[in-house]
């Protein structure tokens, strides 16, 4: 299906230049090892991979013929966080990584670049519509407080230098620039 939808862009565009991986799979946090099941644990490793492998394929074939092109996945500080309760999601943000890394070496022949971004959790997606309302609803409800008032002062935005966590602009902005002309390395 994904293929098919390339295949008919590329027909209509003469191309694809630019990929944005940007999926959302419900995963739980908070839940340690113990009271992990294997299925609350592979749900966002194969929900997310599995996302990121089947529409980079399927746009790299469409890349960097006449124009570069760009594959865009995004990840979370997840990558590196050691922290109890999110062991799912942080293998997946590090395999979101090594994913992107090792497909930059072999798509960079192509005229294709591949940059993962790094923003961390959406100050403002929750009110617009994310699902990631739902995955910080128990810690928010833990503190009594809705997900829109505990975001701004949770550990996750006290965590980042400008104690603050980014707008959905932000990384939006981040992505047309590497996306850009202005994005290429001299």
């Known amino acids: 299906m994904v293929e098919k939808h390339a295949?008919?862009?590329?027909?209509?565009?003469?191309?694809?230049?630019?990929?944005?991986?940007?999926?959302?799979?419900?995963?739980?946090?908070?839940?340690?090892?113990?009271?992990?099941?294997?299925?609350?644990?592979?749900?966002?490793?194969?929900?997310?991979?599995?996302?990121?492998f089947i529409t980079s394929k399927a746009v790299a074939k469409h890349m960097g013929r006449k124009r570069p092109g760009v594959i865009l996945p995004l990840s979370t500080p997840g990558s590196k966080l050691a922290a109890a309760g999110v062991l799912g999601y942080c293998v997946t943000c590090a395999g979101k990584e090594a994913?992107?890394?090792?497909?930059?070496?072999?798509?960079?022949?192509?005229?294709?670049r591949v940059l993962c971004i790094r923003p961390h959790a959406i100050a403002d997606a929750p009110a617009s519509g994310s699902y990631t309302k739902d995955v910080?609803?128990?810690?928010?409800?833990?503190?009594?407080?809705?997900v829109q008032e505990w975001l701004p002062g949770s550990d996750m935005a006290q965590s980042?230098?400008?104690?603050?966590?980014?707008?959905?602009?932000?990384?939006?902005?981040?992505?047309?620039?590497?996306?850009?002309?202005?994005?290429l390395a001299p």
């Open 7 to 52: 295949d008919a862009v590329t027909a209509k565009a003469g191309g694809i230049d630019i990929a944005l991986n940007a999926v959302s799979v419900m995963h739980v946090q908070g839940t340690l090892l113990a009271d992990l099941s294997l299925d609350e644990f592979m749900r966002p490793i194969d929900g997310f991979l599995r996302t990121l």
């Open 160 to 183: 980042t230098m400008l104690n603050r966590l980014p707008t959905l602009a932000e990384p939006a902005e981040t992505a047309a620039f590497l996306a850009s002309d202005r994005g």
């Open 99 to 112: 994913f992107s890394r090792v497909l930059a070496q072999e798509l960079a022949p192509r005229n294709i």
């Open 136 to 146: 910080f609803k128990p810690k928010a409800a833990a503190a009594g407080l809705s």
